[in-house]
């Protein structure tokens, strides 16, 4: 049971313009959300999170939309640069619940056009 | 650079063999998780270790065990190994006392299974 979906695979992204990668989840326990950016041969690392009392965190070029209601998440990147070019991976936990692991959708590979 | 190290990088092992993943976390993080990344697949969580304690299991096999020592550096022991265990293993730390939150990733060990 996919708890976590990333249903587009992949997104082609034109230099500049803003890259939208989207998350659904299904567990309702699931109270805090992160975004990882992976290049090849190296290890996830942590972009951005949003605690589920939030509904929009933004760290610079990077903002993450949360709705609850929804149970969807978005990563917004403004604007789009080429080495934005990875794999982007969403996560949920359930923190309130003493669940600290993180369980990670299947992965988005974004591609910045030049 | 995370500061969480692993070792080997690659691995090549025939099946039926025994292997031993090697993972050092960031200095004072007392939490080290296991992860396991099969082809287009996301991370699947395995196990957890807290300051030498097992905290939390995955969907982690019987084959499979894992250790974490007093140093806090953590092994991952994957035995009578099968085609199906060939994966990316990476290891993750965190200081979030709370746990659920930023995990912060090795670069994993690729092994490959013949």
């Known amino acids: 049971d996919q708890q976590v979906k990333q249903n587009s695979p992949s997104l082609s992204v034109q230099e500049g313009r803003i890259s939208i990668l989207n998350c659904d989840y299904t567990n309702s326990m699931f109270d805090y959300f992160l975004w990882y950016k992976k290049y090849p041969a190296e290890g996830p690392t942590f972009l951005i999170s949003?605690?589920?009392?939030?509904d929009k965190n933004e760290d610079g070029r990077f903002t993450v939309f949360l709705n609850k209601s929804a149970k969807h998440l978005s990563l917004h990147i403004v604007p789009s640069q080429p080495g934005d070019s990875a794999v982007y991976f969403c996560a949920a936990s359930a923190r309130s619940f003493g669940n600290e692991k993180l369980t990670f959708g299947t992965g988005t590979r974004l591609t910045i056009i030049p | 650079d995370s500061g969480v190290t692993q070792t080997p990088k690659h691995l090549i092992t025939a099946t039926g063999q025994r292997v031993t993943l090697r993972c050092s976390p960031r200095?004072?993080?007392?939490?080290v998780y296991w992860y396991q990344q099969s082809l287009d697949q996301g991370l699947q969580f395995l196990i957890q270790?807290?300051?030498?304690?097992?905290?939390a299991k995955g969907n982690i096999l019987e084959r499979f065990s894992a250790q974490q020592f007093p140093d806090l550096h953590s092994e991952l022991n994957l035995s009578s190994l099968e085609l199906g265990d060939s994966a990316l293993y990476f290891c993750?730390?965190?200081?979030?006392?709370?746990?659920?939150?930023?995990?912060?990733f090795g670069p994993g060990t690729r092994l490959t299974v013949t």
């Open positions: 270790y807290y300051n030498g304690e097992e905290r």
């Open positions: 949003i605690s589920s009392i939030k």
């Open positions: 200095s004072g993080d007392l939490s």
């Open positions: 993750a730390s965190t200081a979030d006392l709370a746990g659920g939150g930023e995990q912060y």
